[in-house]
C-alpha cells in the first residue's frame, strides 16, 4: 500500500468517526474566490435529547440535506486561517465554539480553505 493510499483511508475513517455536536451552533466554510476570502457563517442550534441538532426556536431536527435555507447568525472572514482564527477565538470576548474538538476541527478546515484559495483547487468542507 502507498503511503497516499494509507494516509488517505485513515484520513476517510476519522472523518467517519461520531462527532458530538457543539451546542454553540455550526459553521458553513466556503471561499470567495473575488474578494480572495476564507468565509465562516455560524448557525446557531440546540441539542436535543436524542443528541440532534435542532433549531433553538422551533426544535426542529436541522436536517443535512434538503432543509429550508437558515439564517446564519454571524459571518467571519478572512485572507488566511490565522486571519480567521485570531477574529474567531481571540478578538470577540464570548466566542461561538464550546468545545476543543470542534475549535480544532475549525483550524484545519481554515487551513484547507486557505490552500484551496492559494492554488485555486476547489474546497469541499469535511
Known sequence: MTKLLEFTESDNRLSN???ELDPEGYFIISIDREKELICAEHYSNAINDQGL???????????CKGAKP???????????????????FEEISEPPVSMF???AYLG??????????????????D
Open 53 to 63: 441538532a435542532v433549531d433553538p426556536d422551533t426544535g426542529e431536527v436541522i436536517a
Open 101 to 103: 474538538d470542534h475549535a
Open 70 to 88: 437558515r439564517q446564519a447568525v454571524t459571518l467571519f472572514t478572512g485572507k488566511t486561517a490565522k486571519e480567521i482564527c485570531i477574529k474567531l
Open 17 to 19: 468517526r461520531f462527532i
Open 108 to 125: 484545519r478546515e481554515f487551513v484547507r480553505a486557505e490552500i484551496a484559495l492559494k492554488t485555486g483547487e476547489d474546497y469541499i468542507q
